[in-house]
Structures are given as C-alpha cells and as structure tokens.
C-alpha cells in the first residue's frame, strides 16, 4: 500500500475526528483537531471524493460522571448540557458535520453491543480476577481519572488509566503505583474482583503488520509501532460505575469508554444513512471493502486509536482503519495547555464574543505549524498571522485587483489567460493535491499564499493605474489575469477562509454560497468576460492594537486568578488542623548528609546519602537550582523519615529534608539546620 498520491480517489472516504467529552465548553485545544479534518473534508470534495464526515460528544466514562458530581447533576444532564453546546458551536467556525451524535444514542449502545458480542464468540473476550482501588473514605472503587499515583513506567505522576503527565501510556487498572483518591486525595487500597479483558495479546503479529501500511501522519505509526515491539497486555475492558453501557449479564460493570467511544464512529455513520433515506450506506465505509475511514485525532490518543481500535474492528469483522492523522499538542502562551492554571483560551468567551471572524482562526490551525508538531498559541501570533499574511499578502491582492476593475470596467474585462499565470495556478492546485496526500495542510495555506503573492508581484509589475490613461485595451487584459488568479484563490483558499470565500465569490458576480461547490480544478479557467462584478470591499480587516491589547489582557487576568486560587488552596491544606495525636505520629530527625549528586536530566533534583542515625537512607531532594552539591554535603539538618517511600525522577526516596521558604525571598528554599546534634536525634 502506498501512502502517497492516494487522492482524489474514487473510494468513498468516511472522515471522523476524536470525540470531544461533553463534560466542558469548546477551548483552543479542540480546533487542532476539528478545524484540519474539517479542511480535509472540503479539499477532498473539491477533488470529487465521495466523503462522509462524522463525529459526535463522548458521553460516558469518569470525566463527565466528575464534572456531574461537582455541578450536583446526573451524568446524563451533564452531557446534554454540553452536547448542545458542541451542536451550536461547530457550526460558528464553519465546522459542518454530516453527523454529530452520542455515545449515548440507541445505535451507539446496539452497535457497541454487538460488536463486544462478536468478540467474545470469536474468543477474544476473557474474565479474571483483578484487583482495583478502593477508597475508604469515599466508599467506592475508584476506575481511571479517580485515581492518580506514579506511572510504572516513567514515574511521573499519572492518571488512573493514562500516563497524562510523562510518557502518555495506557495504563491498565491496578497498574498504578501508590494509588491516591483523586477526590479526597487519600490512599486507596486493592480489592479484588471480576473483570474482562480483549485479548490484545493475539493481535500483535496482525497489528505489526497492519501498522507498517497504514497511512497517515509518521508519529501515529511510529508510536503504535514501537509500543507493539515493546509486547502489548491484553486490555481491561470493563470499569466499576454505574454510569456507561453495561456490559452483558454483568450489573455492576460497565464497558470502558474507550470500548464504546470508538465504535461511535460507526454508529454515527449509522445515523447519518438512516437521515439520508439509506440505511445501508454506511455498509461501503464499514464492511471490508474499497471504504476508507480517515480519523482526526490528537497525539494523545494514538494509543487507542492505533492498537486497541484496529483490533476491536479486526476481531469483530469490520473494516479497518485506512489512515490515522495525529496532530501535535496545544500550548498557550508558550505554557503547556492547563485550564486549571489559566492557560487556555475558550472559543466562545474568549474569541468569538469578541467579534473575532471564525476563519482568522481556522487559518491560525492549518498554517502556524505542521500537523505533527505541537502548535503554540498567543494571540500575537494570531494578530501576526492575519496582519501580515491574510491582510497584506491575500486581502491586499484580492482588493486591488476588483476595486481597479470594477471601477474603470465594471465587469470582466476581455482578455487572455497568461501562460505564466496559468502555470503557477497549476503549480499551487498540484502542491494543494500532494498536501492533500500528505495530510499535511500547512503546506496547502503556503501555496495559497505564494500564488497571493504571485498576483501582487503581477499587478504591481504591471501598474494598471498608469496603463488605463495610456492603453485601455492593455490595462484590460491585465486586470482580466487580475480576476483569473482572483477567481484562482477564491476556489483554493474556500476549504480553510470559507466565508471569505463566499464574500469574494459574490463580489466576482455569483452566488456566494455556490463557492463550496466549485472544484479545484476550476481555477484553472478564467473568469467570463462580460461577467458583472459585485461592490469590491476588504474582506479581511486588521486585528487592531486595542482589541489585541484585551485580548492579552484576558490571558493574563485567567492565570493570576488561577495562580491566586491555587494559592489559596495551598494555605487552606497548610493550615488545616490536626490533633496532637497525629502530630506524635510524624518522625521528625536529625540527620547528616554524607554523599551528594546531581540526578541525571533533572535539572531540579539531587539525589542524597543521609546517616539518621540507625541507618543510612537514601532520598531526592528538589534543592539542586538553588544549591551546589559541596554545599548540602556534610549538613546536618531535619529530616522527615516516616515519609512513605516515593520514586522521584526514577529514584526511590527514602525521606524528605525539611526547608523554609524565606519571608524576604520568595522561592529561596533553606534546609533547617541542627549543627552539633547527633544524627538520629529526635524532633519534639
């Protein structure tokens, strides 16, 4: 299977993007996926590819049960809440779905248990015993983002069923370690019950194989690929809640999210043939055949989307992924992306109530960065972005060239398409196809800004404002090319600026919204002469300095009033009381540093030696920024030692050194020092 030059294409081409949880409003980091697919969809019909587009909010699982428990709600008002949310709010970024359901609807929970059903009497599905945490305190087992401890294999600290802080890993139940509640913050401990598993185990020779020829972006392939050779574990597929798909002959369990989430894919393909009069269609996308099925997804999901969803659909009898495009992380501001530390920017509040043009936005998604990259937000980039490229590249040309003729012509003047012109317009439709096969849309907002260029280059070169007192009849012809590339651009930049688009289009003398149905290959014919031209004015405007200036300050009001609430919880945990009784419980000793080293790749870390007295401990200790190892090394100080064992930067600590933070200097950490005590000396 080649991965290039695959379209267009006479298959038919079902295109889906990873479910948004509806458990929260729309932010900055669900454009990086939604806005590229969408782009795709368009440039794929411009092509005349047969292509349905899909998608719908995930609705089970912990995240929204969360978010109910917190709003005093039931899951299912939650989902509904936000649900409608995502249904008012794609369409205001020029996002159309052909359909957008729930993991909820009858036809995911049929579709969902007809597919576990196929599994397991194809012997893919087995029981077994498993131990899972418990919490004391809150009275319940505690599945996936309940729980929080240290990923096994980064020791970073992670979620229940994901390394989400380091190394971004599946992890199963009770494959965490020194599992805490993740709502009260407690120790939970194991209890032990029956779950069921999907023996990915046996998919490995397949998926091996099937990875290698799948196309897409490199990073879903190559991540896939490696965890494959690193030996895949069958996965746990049932969750203790009551809120899910319930899994068949089993009350208190319900199937994963991640088992259902996916199989939407399917079920909302479902939806849309049933809401065409042709309940069948979504068989040439689904059973094995010449369908392809493209996912949008985030570099999160790779796990998912690569090993457990191929195997699900290949053990069940369906057909199978063609290509998984994975787009790179998005940060704010240069931060990693964190609503809980303000770094994150909603799509309603904070752009479009601002009056800001959804395709100023759209744009900023496909050509800041390259799809596999991690693309960093600020909205002085954004003004930058539509300032200097969208404004003085594409709308200045655009603008000229129809003001100029519309006011000495009126319509299309005659004239001839110029060899040179008409190559470069050749040369962008071919760069936008092999962008295309690529998946790789930056490229295709490149060449449409190059041959924007390309037309301010030709009218200035050609100074019509001097040819029309001298030669009319020349000045014609130039701005007759001036239309033509006009025309040209229109076409090609619809998929990304599509209401740009249709405003242009009508200022060329035609329905706005019949842009969307031109195909790429149209830019290649010239406008008709004669062809009455609408009321030229800009169609991109400047992000204003004031506006711009708001806008930062947005951004920086959200993370002083999230550092500010951090703080304050910070105080309330400090200055929570506790008896004299669990005061005698704590091991406060003095101890003397005997070895000192920096922990390799940690900047922040020193790995220490410490005599207490009885023994010699070893711990971690975050001081190596503020002090070197000769200055630690021979200190006697404090030291906490009934501290539960933690692994910190891969090293297991053994204790924890105890420091103030000076009143005259925020963030200086000092040891507290017990000079000429003996090690092993007790604190009272």
Partial sequence: ??????????????????????????????????????????????????????????????????????????????????????????????????????????????????????????????????ETPYCDTCGRSQPDRFVRGECPYCHSDARGDECDQGCGRYLEPGEILNPRCAICGNPTRPVSRTHYFLKLTEFSSFLEDYLQKMGGTKNARNFALSWVREGLQDWCIT??????????????????????????????????????????????????????????????????????????????????????????????????????????????????????????LRYYMVASTSQTKDLDFSWQTLAEKVNNELVATLGNFIYRALHFTK?????????????????????????????????????????????????????????????????????????????????????????????????VWGQLGHEPSEIHEVPLDEALNPPTVGTELGTPKPVISKID???????????????????????????????????????????????????????????KLLKIKVDIGTETRTMVTGLADQYKPDELQGMTALFLVNLEPKKIGGIESHGMILAVEKADEPGRWVPVTVDGVPPGSKAA
């Fill in 1 to 130: 299977m080649t991965r290039l030059k695959n379209y267009p294409t006479e298959d038919p081409v079902l295109v889906t993007c990873g479910l948004p949880y509806a458990s929260g409003t729309m932010h900055i980091g669900h454009l990086r996926t939604y806005v590229p697919a969408d782009v795709f969809v368009r440039l794929l019909r411009k092509m005349g590819v047969d292509v349905t587009f899909v998608c719908g909010s995930d609705t089970h699982g912990t995240p929204v049960v969360t978010v109910a428990e917190k709003e005093g709600l039931t899951p299912k008002e939650v989902y509904q809440k936000y649900h409608q949310h995502y249904v008012e709010t794609f369409p205001k970024l020029n996002i159309f779905f052909d359909n957008y359901g729930t993991t909820d609807d009858k036809e995911n929970v049929d579709r969902t248990l007809q597919i576990v059903d196929e599994l397991q009497k194809n012997g893919y599905i087995y029981s077994k015993e498993l």
């Fill in 239 to 360: 969750r203790d809640l009551d809120w899910g798909i319930k899994y068949p002959g089993e009350a208190d369990l319900v199937l994963y999210v991640w088992v259902d989430a996916p199989i939407h894919y399917m079920s909302s393909t479902e939806q849309w043939a049933k809401g065409i009069g042709q309940p069948d269609a979504w068989e040439k996308y689904w059973k094995p055949g010449d369908g392809r099925l493209v996912h949008y997804i985030g570099q999160d999901i790779v796990y998912h989307h690569c090993l457990f969803w191929p195997s699900m659909l290949k053990g069940s009898g369906y057909n199978l992924p063609f290509a998984v495009v994975a787009s790179g992380m998005v940060k704010v501001e240069g931060h990693n992306f964190s609503r809980s530390r303000g770094y994150v920017v909603f799509i309603e509040e904070d752009y479009l109530d601002n009056g800001l043009d959804p395709d100023y």
């Fill in 545 to 603: 300095d004031d506006l711009l200036a708001s806008l930062k300050e947005s951004i920086s009001n959200r993370i002083r009033a999230a550092e500010a609430a951090q703080k304050g919880e910070d105080m309330e945990e400090e200055s929570e009381i506790i008896s004299f009784e669990y005061f005698k419980k704590i091991d406060l000793r003095a101890g003397v540093i005997l070895e000192v080293e920096k922990v390799p790749k940690k900047d």
């Fill in 407 to 503: 006011k000495h012509y009126g319509s299309v003047p005659e004239g001839k398409l110029d060899s040179k012109l008409k190559k470069e317009i050749n040369k962008t439709i071919d760069g936008i196809v092999s962008a295309v096969n690529e998946y790789e849309l930056k490229k295709v907002a490149d060449e449409v800004l190059r041959l924007a260029a390309v037309g301010n280059e030709y009218f200035q070169s050609n100074k019509p404002w001097d040819l029309v007192k001298t030669d009319k009849g020349k000045c014609g012809e130039v701005l007759y090319n001036a239309a033509a590339l006009v025309k040209a651009l229109t076409i090609l930049v619809d998929p990304i600026l599509p209401s740009t688009a249709e405003t």
